[in-house]
């Protein structure tokens, strides 16, 4: 499993995305994004399977934005990256022991509710995030 999984890009300006690497899948937007934002990384980032909005702004996305997004298969997720400085690292990590945690958790037949409750609690990471870990990282 590659290491690019454990990963989020965190952009915190528009003009951000133009300079993204177009093998991103889990980007992480830290400003309100308007539609346009949002399709200009959808064609900047084609690989992209993920957006991650804080929540606040996740409920101003439109629905045609969703739906764009749906027909895309890009999961828009809700959620923040906790204690992230910008300035350090332009990507959020996602702890390896996390991902550890899904696949342990996985391997005694937990189901996949539980595990998202159970490491979403933990980690602080929202349940929808660790449900995309858990397709990607951890497949049965």
């Keep these: 499993m590659g290491e690019d999984i ?3 890009r965190v952009v915190s300006s528009r003009e951000e995305i133009f300079t993204l690497n177009p093998n991103e899948r889990v980007v ?6 308007s539609n346009k934002d ?3 990384l959808v064609e900047t980032c084609p690989k992209i399977e993920v957006i ?3 929540k606040s702004y996740r409920r101003t996305v439109s629905k045609s934005i969703e739906m764009f997004l ?3 298969r890009i999961q828009l997720i809700e959620g923040d990256v906790w204690g992230h400085r910008k300035d350090i690292n332009e990507y959020y990590s996602i702890p390896s022991s996390v991902i550890e945690k ?3 958790l ?3 037949g937990t189901p996949a509710e539980r595990i998202e409750e159970k490491v979403a609690r933990e980690s602080k990471l929202n349940p929808e995030m660790v449900a995309y870990i858990l397709t990607k990282e951890a497949p049965a």
């Design 106 to 108: 996985k391997m005694e």
């Design 38 to 40: 949002i399709f200009a």
């Design 6 to 8: 454990m990963k989020i």
């Design 28 to 33: 992480h937007l830290a400003f309100r994004p």
């Design 102 to 104: 899904i696949r342990e």
């Design 52 to 54: 991650q909005l804080p």
């Design 70 to 72: 749906e027909m895309q």
